[in-house]
C-alpha cells in the first residue's frame, strides 16, 4: 500500500460532503467514473482495496483542498478543509478578477 494515510469509503463519503463535492465532479477530479465513487463509499468503514483507487481519491481530495488526517492519541480518522473560509473568499476575489487564464503552476 501507498505511504500516504489510509482512506475508507467513509472518510472519502465526509470529504465530499464538507468540501460540498457532488459525486461526479470528485470522480473527475480522481480519474474515475461517478460509479467507482459510489462502490468506494458504500465499503463504509472498510479500508480502500486497491492503491488505483486509494490514489485515484487522493488526487481528488487534493484537488478540492481537503486533508486526511490520520487516527491517533485514541482518536479516529478524520478529513478537514486546506483552507480557512476567510483564505477560500480570497482565492475565490482573486480568480474572479479576470485577465489572461493561466496554469497556476510556478515553474
Do not use: Y
Amino acid at each position: 500500500m501507498s505511504t500516504r494515510v489510509k482512506l475508507t469509503g467513509r472518510l472519502v463519503a465526509a470529504a465530499r460532503a464538507l468540501a460540498e463535492i457532488s459525486a461526479a465532479d470528485f470522480a473527475k477530479a480522481a480519474g474515475v467514473t461517478p460509479e467507482t465513487i459510489s462502490a468506494i463509499e458504500a465499503n463504509g468503514s472498510a479500508w480502500l482495496h486497491t492503491d488505483q483507487d486509494a490514489e485515484s481519491a487522493h488526487r481528488a481530495l487534493e484537488h478540492f483542498g481537503v486533508v486526511v488526517i490520520e487516527e491517533s492519541h485514541g482518536m479516529g480518522a478524520g478529513v478537514r478543509l486546506k483552507f480557512t473560509r476567510k483564505d477560500v473568499k480570497e482565492i475565490a476575489r482573486l480568480e474572479g478578477e479576470g485577465g489572461t487564464v493561466r496554469s497556476d503552476d510556478a515553474p
